[in-house]
T-cell receptor, first 113, second 112 residues
Framework: KAGVTQTPRYLIKTRGQQVTLSCSPI?????VSWYQQTPGQGLQFLFE???????NKGNFPGRFSGRQFSNSRSEMNVSTLELGDSALYLCASRWEGIRNEQFFGPGTRLTVL | SQKIEQNSEALNIQEGKTATLTCNYT??????LQWYRQDPGRGPVFLLL???NEKEKRKERLKVTFDTTLKQSLFHITASQPADSATYLCALDMDSNYQLIWGAGTKLIIKP
C-alpha cells in the first residue's frame, strides 16, 4: 500500500497570504488528523476528520480550517498567515479503530516571511 | 488538563548499551500509550502501543513498560545502534475522545 502523501513538501509565503495543504491518506483509512510541529513544542493537534466530518478540533484560531472529501483526501487551509505559523505541518491517517496507530506523511514545511 | 513530560535534553548512549527514555504524565492514566520514532524532516513512525492493564510490551530490541502508580512509561532499546538515533515521542490516548496527547519528544544519540 502507498503511504500517506502530502503536497507540497515545501512552501514559502509572506505574512497575510493564505495557504492550502493537501493530504492523501492510506487507501481504506477514513480518519485524517492534522498536526503542527515546531521546535520544542512537539505535535500540536489541529483537527481530525472522519468520513468528511470534523470529529475533533484542537486549540487553534479560526484562521486554521480543514475539510475532507468523499475519497478521504483532506485539505488544510491557513488564512492571513503570521510569522508564527512557520512550522512543519503533518497529516496522519488511521484505520477505523480509535486506538490504532497513526500513519504519518512526510509533512509540509511552511515558512512565512 | 493532562500534561506529558519527556526529557527535553538529548540522551547520549554508547553503542551496544541499553537506552531508556521516560514519559511522565499528570492527572489521569491513559487507556493506551503509544511510542513513535521521528527522524529529522520526516513524520513520526509508530513503534509500540501498550494498554492500561499491561505492564510490559516487547518488540524485537524494544521494550515498553507502563506504571499507572508512578504515572510513567519507560521505553527501552537494548543493544543500541547508531541507526537508533532519532527523536522518540510518546502519545497518550485518554479514551475520552479521538485526540492523542503528545509529548515533545526526547532526542536519542547513539555513539559508535
Amino acid at each position: 500500500k502507498a503511504g500517506v502523501t502530502q503536497t507540497p513538501r515545501y512552501l514559502i509565503k509572506t505574512r497575510g497570504q493564505q495557504v492550502t495543504l493537501s493530504c492523501s491518506p492510506i487507501s481504506g483509512h477514513r480518519s485524517v488528523s492534522w498536526y503542527q510541529q515546531t521546535p520544542g513544542q512537539g505535535l500540536q493537534f489541529l483537527f481530525e476528520y472522519f468520513s468528511e466530518t470534523q470529529r475533533n478540533k484542537g486549540n487553534f484560531p479560526g484562521r486554521f480550517s480543514g475539510r475532507q472529501f468523499s475519497n478521504s483526501r483532506s485539505e488544510m487551509n491557513v488564512s492571513t498567515l503570521e510569522l508564527g505559523d512557520s512550522a512543519l505541518y503533518l497529516c496522519a491517517s488511521r484505520w477505523e479503530g480509535i486506538r490504532n496507530e497513526q500513519f504519518f506523511g512526510p509533512g509540509t514545511r511552511l515558512t512565512v516571511l | 488538563s493532562q500534561k506529558i513530560e519527556q526529557n527535553s535534553e538529548a540522551l547520549n548512549i554508547q553503542e551496544g548499551k541499553t537506552a531508556t527514555l521516560t514519559c511522565n504524565y499528570t492527572n489521569y492514566s491513559p487507556a493506551y500509550l503509544q511510542w513513535y520514532r521521528q527522524d529529522p524532516g520526516r513524520g513520526p513512525v509508530f513503534l509500540l502501543l501498550i494498554r492500561e492493564n499491561e505492564k510490559e510490551k516487547r518488540k524485537e530490541r524494544l521494550k515498553v513498560t507502563f506504571d499507572t502508580t508512578l504515572k510513567q512509561s519507560l521505553f527501552h532499546i537494548t543493544a543500541s545502534q547508531p541507526a537508533d538515533s532519532a527523536t522518540y515521542l510518546c502519545a497518550l490516548d485518554m479514551d475520552s475522545n479521538y485526540q492523542l496527547i503528545w509529548g515533545a519528544g526526547t532526542k536519542l544519540i547513539i555513539k559508535p
